[in-house]
């Protein structure tokens, strides 16, 4: 029997609800847009350690590999190889606006459901592969799959949500990007003993839950706000009747026509996020995407078996390592569903930056002491820094990781919802673009000290959440502004003749 479920956001309206089956089933296939953009993360940097995929494209590297005393920091370091990783975030830039567009005129459902066709295409380019610009291009329509489903799948998530579970139900978008790196991992791990051709098999198997998106978006709904956005409210109110499992949805109904109508006076929602009002929660977005980026987690992720060959791990141990890095960010995602609603979000994200700050420091100096430019760190030494791989990414897939999702999908209010979350996603992207293509070469030329570079950034961010995030916990998705009016100091911003001209 589903639990009723009642907003508490303080001043905030109290809307009745349900976790219902078909909730919990829009969710999954849905969340499989993240599956996508996880499997994507987790497959690159297996393929990219593989031989015969550096044999067949990047044959300097793979000459660099061979050598005995090749620079243990410096051996993967080529700008071609790193564009091959980074050029789908660039494209993925490019597209979370076009996304934001066509998420505002034809709805989350069919976003999401192009989003899945993009990704079919750039599946075949890579996986039939012959040379590195169709590699690349493969790559960039990827890239244009990955940006329609990051801005379509959290906004999603967030709208069908009531409000006390919004946080855990839009965070199954993040546990499904970790389950995807999972999968990833385990498949690199067979197919590299597959010759010559393994590297196809998992760059091609990334299709799987790109075809699952596209069938199964077939059977969930629209969001109500999208419907209503639309003219469609008896429809609407409808589908919010199916989601929220009680005919008792007239207060969250007026609530949602009320922002309809808010958002429909504003004709131009870029030129409105340019407004003071607007700065609190488009700030925040951006600087999460940032921070999320600089934690240095996706350095990680993508180059994991790069990293684990590094301080000494043969080529099937590493891709074992990242296997089991992979696992910890699923179990620990999973900490967050259940947390994040309880617990608020705020202190999740001052806690994994002490944890997180920890961890990078203390890798940086075993390598800075221990892992010289020849040779290998000794095998106890090499497993410490797997397990404290291992703590760092606990900490990030219980925080920043699902936060810098769930957070600015949350906090726009309607009209500038999908114009805003444009501006997270492609803040997210770019970050992502500039580790991936950066990520080698400062490994090469920073060493150890890349690790005390981003552990810098970790104390920065630290100190942003606790001065200037606010909890949003419980909080009904169209009445964040009041969280906005009562904080320190973004309320300097929320001059009432701008506000709340256009609210009714």
């Known amino acids: ?106 709805g989350r459902k069919p976003t999401m459901q192009t989003a899945s066709i993009f990704f079919i295409i750039g599946v075949a380019l890579q996986a039939g592969g012959t040379n590195i610009l169709m590699l690349v291009f493969g790559r960039i329509i990827l890239g244009f799959g990955v940006g329609f489903a990051n801005q379509a799948v959290p906004l999603f998530l967030s709208e069908l949500a009531p409000a006390r579970m919004r946080g855990a139900l839009n965070i199954c978008f993040q546990l499904f990007i970790t389950i995807g790196i999972l999968i990833a991992g385990i498949i690199n791990y067979f197919t590299s003993d597959v010759h010559p051709h393994g590297w196809r098999i998992s760059l091609g198997l990334a299709g799987v839950p790109a075809l699952f998106l596209l069938f199964g978006s077939l059977t969930i709904c629209e969001t109500p706000t999208s419907l209503i956005a639309h003219g469609k409210n008896e429809e609407g109110k409808a589908i919010l009747v199916k989601i929220r499992g009680t005919h008792n949805v007239d207060p969250e109904y007026e609530s949602i026509v009320a922002a309809c109508e808010a958002a429909r006076m504003v004709k131009d929602p870029f030129k409105k996020l340019m407004k003071p009002s607007s700065r609190p929660p488009l700030v925040i977005a951006i600087l999460l995407q940032i921070f999320q980026q600089f934690t240095g987690i996706n350095a990680i992720m993508f180059y994991a078996p790069v990293l684990f060959q590094t301080v000494g791990f043969g080529s099937s141990a590493s891709l074992l390592s990242t296997v089991i890095t992979g696992l910890v960010n699923v179990l620990s995602t999973g900490v967050s569903i259940y947390a994040v609603d309880r617990a608020g979000r705020k202190v999740l994200l001052l806690e994994s930056c002490v944890q997180m700050f920890i961890t990078q420091m203390v890798i940086g100096v075993i390598l800075m002491i221990d892992l010289k430019p020849t040779g290998a760190l000794k095998e106890k030494e090499a497993w410490v820094v797997v397990i404290l791989v291992c703590v760092y990414v606990m900490a990030f897939a219980w925080s920043w990781g699902p936060l810098g999702w769930l957070i600015p999908s949350e906090t726009f209010p309607l009209e500038t919802r999908t114009a805003g979350f444009a501006f997270a996603v492609s803040s997210n992207m770019l970050c992502t673009f500039i580790i991936a293509q950066a990520f080698l070469s400062m490994l090469c030329h920073m060493k150890a000290g890349i690790f005390f570079f981003f552990a810098g950034w970790i104390l920065i961010m630290g100190l942003f959440a606790l001065f200037f995030i606010p909890e949003t916990k419980g909080i009904p998705i169209d009445s964040m502004v009041e969280i906005w009016k009562q904080h320190w100091f973004w309320k300097r911003f929320m001059t009432e003749d701008e506000y709340d001209k256009i609210r009714p």
């Not at 690159?44 to 590297?61: C, H, I, W």
């Open 1 to 106: 029997m589903p639990a009723v479920v009642v907003s508490n956001g303080g001043d905030a309206p109290h809307f009745e609800g349900k976790i219902t089956i078909y909730v919990i089933l829009c969710v999954i296939i849905s969340a499989f847009g993240g599956l996508m953009f996880g499997y994507d993360i987790g497959i690159s940097g297996g393929v990219t350690s593989m031989d015969d995929f550096l044999m067949a494209f990047f044959p300097e590297v793979y000459e660099r590999k061979q050598h005995v005393h090749e620079d243990n920091y410096c051996k993967y370091d080529n700008e071609f190889l790193q564009l091959f990783t980074s050029s789908l975030y660039i494209a993925a830039l490019v597209a979370s606006f076009v996304a934001s567009r066509v998420c505002t005129v034809l």
